[in-house]
């Protein structure tokens, strides 16, 4: 896959270039060729500053006292690339526009020529100044006089946009939905009464090579009537035509819809956008039609913000698709891509498909391979790890992001998923460092604070900060839950949880911590109930339905246990931690050699993505149950060892080695691994039992160890030599002591005083 390499030098600035205004129209594009915001002005402000005769010629700084914007607006903003006039039809109100907010006539291009600064150019400087230094009091301000004496679709537009700033969604909504003349007054540089210095001005006007007579009044523009209730009331001119700014722009329309979302309106934004994209059956290929001028397709935005509303409404399928749509429309669509990742709306296999199969070359070909690279350090670290270590290792190498936040939280994650929680630690940590929040990384940051112990104190402390740092942050709640959490203290820890998911209901480690707490209280069935939510929330996650398998194997419900883990596997086939709670479930049915094979394919996986082995003593302890069950002793022997190599003090695998030991007649050994298992935990029932049976077998049946060694002859003299030892001591025992011989030598089963090892529920 080809890439681009990083500049050689990487802190020298080279010089900026002009970039040419591209000629004709473009289909649906974004912002920046419409508006006065788009990345020419900018390029060509750098340029005149860094030309003027007050400034050093070699430097990139812009004079704090000279405007971003170099030139005069004109209309509401600098001159846009004009459409021609054989432009297509288009069947759908969305359709109508297809280049800038508003259309212009072709005698602009020769009046511009000719063109000098009016009161109402100066004041659009200033709003666009206000509003790139977010004064968006003076912005709006301005912006209504403007509105005010020109009546301009394109003045009202960036009005709207002022509103949207400041958090005035319904009046901006209103200004949008409002008519307007569809043509505007042709450029209006004065308001009604041309003032200088409180007179009426006669004075003339020069153009270029042209003179013309300012008149001293002009023609006020008045606001079109509306109703008490908004609506249109009617011209006094038949011929004047009247539209809304919603129907007469895409990006005004984007704009209502957005102002209707932030009030709660979900079924007028829904309205406004379209249940579906209405541009879809236009063109043929349109993932494939690049922007010309490199910005973001507003369609696609509109398509994200379609999938918005749609889980808005409950709609989950349709959300993804909408999302899907926008990333296929424009991989630059940074917002839908984090929509279906963080969202977890597709399951690990089809996050990689979809995502490696993106139009990357056609739609930014000189960007390709980076866009692609950056999007897969995203994705869930289950399967192709080595694809994600050599993504990971081409960011660090030729684009130079070895300290990138991104790329750091992508190491991080992967070490998360292979449960190492120290090194994962470390990693956030210096994430944390670099930037004060990090939306990805702040949740595993907090969760390796709680399943590290010696970091609880210090979660505590993290908690309060973030709370009084971000209070409105969900994820500032979530660390006190965890916090309580790591206390045990579920009441109060389900009381923040409920509180992040109430700010934030797609904040899925909330929604997995809440229904935790309820696993841990012993209450299962709740925890069954929340699990389920999850679950139905985030449909490409296999996580919550695992869960519930968990659960329901500890309610003794093996059928839905089967039928949930089933379910989960069917979406993620590459988790250790799945694959170890499918391999209890055929324990439990019996299936021993299912089982062996399961713990033993877990163990695999784990070791494919380099997992700390510490994690995996339990899958250990149960691959060798198995093996015991099939009286596979050796195989049982080297898991259970394995075990005591990671943890030597874990009483579990220190009993069941004992148990193999007293199956296989080595009293000795067992009688040991019991009491070492008794001085970890010494009040464990099982092992005291299996103790007191090994010491009465090796006391009542001792003699008969020696058995298969001396021979039948050796053992009958030594057995006479004893004899007559043991009537010189004790006369009055003869009798006992040839009970024990004649047993000894018929060979008794050892055990048949009490029951045997095996029949006990040591597991």
């Not at 250990?620 to 009286?631: A, D, E, I, P, S």
Request: charged share 20%; aromatic share 10%; net charge negative.
């Amino acid at each position: 896959m080809a890439s681009t390499p990083p500049p050689q030098h990487e802190f020298e600035i080279p010089p900026m270039p002009h970039l040419p205004t591209p000629s004709g129209s473009r289909h649906r594009g974004s912002f920046g060729s419409s508006f006065s915001f788009g990345p020419q002005p900018l390029v060509d402000s750098y340029l005149e500053a860094n030309s003027s005769t007050y400034s050093n010629n070699h430097s990139i700084a812009l004079d704090p006292n000279r405007s971003i914007l170099h030139a005069s607006p004109l209309r509401s903003s600098p001159r846009r690339t004009r459409k021609p006039k054989d432009s297509i039809n288009r069947p759908h109100p969305l359709a109508n526009d297809t280049t800038g907010i508003f259309q212009h006539s072709d005698d602009d291009a020769d009046d511009e020529e000719e063109y000098e600064w009016g009161m109402v150019d100066r004041m659009r400087l200033w709003r666009h100044d206000a509003l790139m230094q977010h004064l968006y009091e003076t912005a709006a301000f301005w912006g209504d006089k403007i509105v005010s004496w020109t009546n301009d679709p394109n003045d009202a537009f960036w009005l709207a946009q002022t509103y949207f700033m400041q958090h005035q969604y319904s009046r901006a909504e209103r200004l949008l939905t409002r008519p307007f003349p569809t043509l505007a007054p042709k450029h209006p540089s004065t308001p009604p009464l041309n003032l200088t210095n409180g007179d009426v001005s006669t004075a003339v006007a020069k153009g270029k090579g042209k003179e013309r007579d300012t008149l001293p009044l002009a023609i006020p523009i008045p606001r079109l009537p509306l109703d008490p209730a908004g609506m249109f009331e009617g011209t006094q001119d038949p011929h004047e035509i009247i539209s809304r700014l919603v129907d007469m722009s895409v990006a005004c329309r984007y704009l209502a819809a957005q102002c209707q979302v932030r009030q709660g309106n979900w079924s007028d934004a829904t309205e406004m956008l379209g249940e579906a994209n209405p541009f879809r059956d236009l063109e043929q290929d349109r993932a494939a039609v690049p922007d010309i001028d490199g910005g973001i397709k507003i369609e696609a935005s509109m398509c994200h913000l379609r999938g918005l509303l749609m889980l808005k409404l409950n709609r989950g399928d349709q959300a993804k698709n909408c999302f899907m749509e926008a990333l296929a429309l424009d991989v630059k669509c940074y917002d839908a891509f984090e929509q279906l990742v963080s969202g977890e709306m597709m399951t690990p296999e089809e996050e990689w498909e979809f995502v490696q199969g993106l139009a990357y070359a056609s739609q930014t070909p000189q960007d390709a391979a980076f866009i692609q690279l950056i999007y897969t350090t995203r994705l869930r670290k289950y399967k192709h790890a080595e694809e994600h270590a050599l993504t990971r290792q081409r960011l660090v190498e030729e684009y130079g992001l070895g300290d990138n936040p991104d790329v750091l939280f992508s190491f991080a994650d992967a070490l998360y998923a292979n449960f190492r929680w120290s090194d994962c630690f470390v990693i956030t940590t210096r994430i944390l460092g670099l930037v004060a929040i990090h939306n990805a990384t702040t949740p595993l940051h907090i969760a390796c604070m709680y399943h590290l112990k010696h970091l609880h104190s210090k979660l505590f402390i993290l908690a309060h900060e973030m709370v009084d740092r971000e209070p409105e942050n969900p994820i500032s709640w979530y660390a006190v839950g965890v916090w309580y959490l790591s206390s045990g203290k579920w009441a109060q820890a389900r009381q923040y949880f409920s509180k992040t998911s109430l700010m934030d209901p797609r904040f899925g480690p909330a929604w997995i911590a809440f229904a935790h707490t309820f696993a841990m209280e012993g209450e299962h069935d709740h925890a069954v109930t929340a699990y389920s939510t999850c679950a139905r929330m985030f449909t490409g996650s296999h996580l919550p339905l695992m869960f519930v398998g968990m659960e329901q194997i500890t309610l003794s419900n093996h059928e839905q246990a089967d039928e949930a883990l089933n379910a989960s596997y069917s979406m993620c086939d590459g988790d250790p931690l799945l694959m170890n709670e499918r391999g209890v479930m055929a324990y439990n049915r019996g299936d021993y050699m299912e089982a062996a094979n399961l713990f033993q394919r877990a163990l695999d996986l784990a070791e494919v993505t380099q997992s700390s082995q510490q994690s995996w003593t339990t899958t250990f302890v149960n691959l060798g149950t198995c093996h015991r069950k099939l009286k596979q002793y050796e195989q049982a022997k080297e898991a259970y060892q394995k075990v005591l190599i990671l943890d030597p003090r874990h009483s579990l695998a220190l009993g069941f080695l004992g148990l193999v030991h007293h199956l296989t007649n080595d009293l000795d050994h067992a009688i040991v691994k019991y009491h070492e298992a008794l001085s970890v935990d010494p009040t464990n029932g099982y092992v005291l039992e299996l103790l007191n049976m090994a010491l009465e077998s090796a006391a009542n049946y001792g003699l008969h160890e020696y058995r298969p060694i001396i021979g039948p002859e050796q053992f009958k003299i030594q057995a006479a030599r004893l004899k007559e030892k043991f009537i010189r001591l004790k006369p009055e025992s003869k009798d006992l002591f040839e009970f024990y011989i004649n047993a000894a030598t018929r060979g008794v089963p050892k055990g048949s005083l009490s029951a045997p090892p095996e029949s006990m529920n040591v597991e």
